[in-house]
């Protein structure tokens, strides 16, 4: 097994390099200039000039690269040119608001998404697999920030019962977190009733009950526990694409998480956070897909063993 992780780890270095640079390079393709930006709409030539030497932008993009990583090495990532603070220092209030949102959307979303699952495909054909579905599908469907939108016009300004935006308190997660996760509990209840069906149909199941196994103990015990691989699979996938995905929600929540900080860069052509924030999420989905991996090799002996 360690052998396994490290080979895996390893193969993370190249997977990183490669990210970091096809990304510095299509940075640099967006229209605009950011030291216009810095200097204002009123600086002349040589104020522009001026700053884009300090900047380092006149120095060709090869250049540019190889000081970057050379500064990143060295755990430095860089100076916004927005605000002059390091980007570090930026990431911290937002990631941590970020990973809160992406663990509490992924922790309804799961449980939900299970439930519902489980009782389509117990009931199958029947009521609540129709009422299942419907929600599966119209979570899938309906477009994170058009759910988030709704929220806001009935939740706050029609009830009033919770902020319109902000990350102040546990009220300001509610909705960014049902609007980003809608569409993965329906994900995970469509994998669950399917996977769940498959197994029902399997011979241990019909052994546990001829042995007089309640319905409960077979569907928990047996059925739901064999059928939680491809759902274990299909929640870490989409844990990894939370995490740098929320950008839309974000942005119409007001929320101050990393998404709306990528949004906001982007606007001002400030190539240092860009760059940070696109391999920070990079590295997050990586990770999360490696610990997916892992424990898919836990549940399932023959993948790292290379066999299945």
Avoid: C
Avoid at 4 to 17: E, M, S
Avoid at 32 to 56: F, M, Y
Avoid at 120 to 143: C, Q, T, W
Avoid at 248 to 264: A, C, H, K, N, Q
């Amino acid at each position: 097994m360690l052998q396994y992780i490290g080979k895996r780890i390893l193969a993370l270095i190249p997977t990183l390099f490669i990210v970091s640079l096809v990304s510095y390079y299509f940075i640099h393709l967006i229209p605009g200039d950011p030291a216009r930006l810095v200097a204002g709409p009123d600086a002349n030539i040589t104020e522009v000039d001026s700053i884009r030497e300090q900047l380092g932008l006149n120095d060709p993009i090869w250049m540019q690269y190889l000081n970057y990583m050379k500064n990143l090495l060295a755990g430095d990532l860089g100076t916004s040119v927005k605000s002059g603070q390091p980007v570090t220092e930026m990431f911290e209030n937002r990631f941590r608001n970020s990973i809160l949102l992406t663990f509490t959307s992924i922790i309804w979303a799961f449980f939900a998404g299970i439930l519902i699952g489980t009782l389509s495909a117990v009931f199958k054909n029947k009521l609540p697999d129709y009422i299942g579905m419907v929600l599966a599908v119209s979570g899938i469907s309906i477009p994170g920030f058009w759910l988030g939108l709704l929220l806001i016009q009935w939740l706050s300004v029609s009830l009033g019962w919770l902020p319109t935006g902000g990350a102040d308190g546990w009220r300001s997660y509610i909705m960014p977190s049902i609007a980003l996760g809608a569409g993965i509990m329906a994900m995970i209840a469509r994998f669950t009733r399917s996977s769940l069906l498959n197994s029902l149909g399997s011979d241990y199941v019909r052994t546990g009950r001829a042995k007089g196994l309640g319905n409960a103990a077979v569907i928990v015990k047996h059925a739901l526990r064999n059928s939680m691989i491809p759902v274990v699979t299909i929640t870490g996938l989409q844990f990894g694409y939370l995490l740098g995905g929320s950008v839309v929600v974000e942005t119409v929540f007001s929320f101050p998480g990393m998404g709306r900080l990528l949004i906001d860069s982007i606007a001002f052509r400030d190539y240092q956070v860009i760059q940070a924030l696109l391999l920070l999420f990079a590295a997050e989905f990586i990770l999360v897909n490696l610990i997916v991996d892992v424990l898919y090799s836990f549940l399932n002996p023959k993948i790292r063993t290379g066999t299945a």
